[in-house]
């Protein structure tokens, strides 16, 4: 007799846990990054312009450069401070219950190039370009079904995917 698969169950209740435990890496990463750009690089873009000019010229010229140099690090700060409020975001929508399990069938797959480094990205029909890793990704071939985790049912954000291969989900 031969041997059953066995899958892994997926339920609502392990993917809420799985999603919060994200939310949280996320929301802890991005408030550390935001307060060390904040605090440590402002600082330290002021300093050099206030050893660079003299005690004459501090007045007008310590002035824009601050202005220039906070201005130059301004846009590091937004980045780290929009990746805070998207962590936010997701946390509420999960408090609320905005996020839902649908089906997708991958269409192609890809290794790409970006930043010298490769991606792993699978593309599904629906849903579009994910970029994934790891088993999903090896496994992964055109025609499969995946369970995709999304958040905001009005403009839906892929969070988690799992393979039908591997996975059953149970509501």
């Given amino acids: 007799m031969p041997d059953k698969e066995t899958k892994n169950i997926l339920t609502g209740e392990t993917l809420k846990k799985e999603l919060a435990r994200l939310n949280k890496a996320d929301m ?3 408030l550390v990054l935001t307060v060390a750009m904040a605090v440590v690089f402002v600082p330290l873009s002021i300093l050099p312009l206030y050893t660079f000019f003299s005690a004459e010229q501090k007045t007008v010229l310590f002035g824009i450069g601050c202005f220039l140099g906070c201005f130059v690090l301004l846009l590091p700060i937004l980045i780290c401070l929009f990746s805070l409020v998207r962590a936010i975001r997701d946390a509420r929508l999960l408090k609320a219950g905005d996020w839902f399990v649908d089906v997708d069938e991958v269409r192609h797959k890809a290794e790409e190039l970006r930043h010298k480094h490769t991606e792993d990205v699978l593309y599904f029909s629906r849903y579009g370009r994910l970029v994934s890793g790891g088993v999903a990704f090896q496994l992964a071939s055109p025609g499969d079904a995946f369970y995709l985790v999304l958040y905001n049912k009005k403009k839906p954000t892929v ?3 799992y393979s039908q291969k ?6």
Avoid at 166 to 171: A, H, I
């Fill in 159 to 161: 969070v988690l995917h």
């Fill in 166 to 171: 591997l996975y059953e989900y149970r509501e």
């Fill in 28 to 30: 802890r990463y991005s």
